[in-house]
T-cell receptor
Framework: KAGVTQTPRYLIKTRGQQVTLSCSPI?????VSWYQQTPGQGLQFLFE???????NKGNFPGRFSGRQFSNSRSEMNVSTLELGDSALYLC?????????????FGPGTRLLVL | AQSVTQLDSHVSVSEGTPVLLRCNYS??????LFWYVQHPNKGLQLLLK??????LVKGINGFEAEFKKSETSFHLTKPSAHMSDAAEYFC????????????FGAGTRLFVKA
């Protein structure tokens, strides 16, 4: 079974631009979560989608948004990029929304904002 | 409120010696607990998880962890470190608070000396 895939793997943008990142979950997984990882803040939860609905949101500004499609693929969008948005963005999928479910992570998209 | 504390930001061991990575948690609900490993420029991989079954959990690559409710701890151990174990390790707590909440520890970087 193919793992979680994320595209693109690397991205360079300039301040003020917007960016869209994509995540394809493991086949059959319906829950997709997004995380931001930085050296200073560690891993921070962005949001979670299940059945095309956002179920949970972390403490990030409205510039960060996402969506999930009927095939469970998910995208996240960051508008008006700031230097501090430079990070590794990780997507994780799981079979269901239960605390005991294992999350399977993709390799991440590394975003550099100049 | 839920929280996870990884007591050491860095741990250094010699190859062939035991590994101990410490994790304490706080939760008002019955938690599921996980350890994930992240190798450089890679996504996170599940090592093991506790979901209210056996308190001693065995994972991949010789790692194990013991859930101790009285001490609110979930320390990760391995009898003999290998060079390939050098990575960052994350302790994670997941609970159902009426919503689904996952909290990552700050991470412990493990160094293995030859």
């Amino acid at each position: 079974k193919a793992g979680v895939t994320q595209t693109p793997r690397y991205l360079i943008k300039t301040r003020g631009q917007q960016v869209t990142l994509s995540c394809s979950p493991i086949s059959g997984h319906r829950s997709v979560s997004w995380y931001q990882q930085t050296p200073g803040q560690g891993l921070q939860f962005l949001f979670e989608y299940f059945s095309e609905t956002q179920r949970n949101k972390g403490n990030f500004p409205g510039r960060f948004s996402g969506r999930q499609f009927s095939n469970s693929r998910s995208e996240m969008n960051v508008s008006t990029l700031e230097l501090g948005d430079s990070a590794l963005y990780l997507c994780a999928s799981s079979l269901a929304r239960r605390p005991e479910e294992t999350q399977y992570f993709g390799p991440g998209t590394r975003l550099l904002v100049l | 409120a839920q929280s996870v504390t990884q007591l050491d930001s860095h741990v250094s061991v010699s190859e062939g010696t035991p590994v101990l990575l410490r994790c304490n948690y706080s939760s008002s609900y019955s938690p599921s607990l996980f350890w994930y490993v992240q190798h450089p420029n890679k996504g996170l991989q599940l090592l093991l998880k506790y979901t209210s079954a056996a308190t001693l959990v065995k994972g991949i690559n010789g790692f194990e962890a013991e859930f101790k409710k009285s001490e609110t701890s979930f320390h990760l151990t391995k009898p003999s470190a290998h060079m390939s174990d050098a990575a960052e390790y994350f302790c994670v707590v997941s609970v159902n608070t009426g919503g689904f909440k996952t909290i990552f520890g700050a991470g412990t970087r493990l160094f293995v000396k030859a």
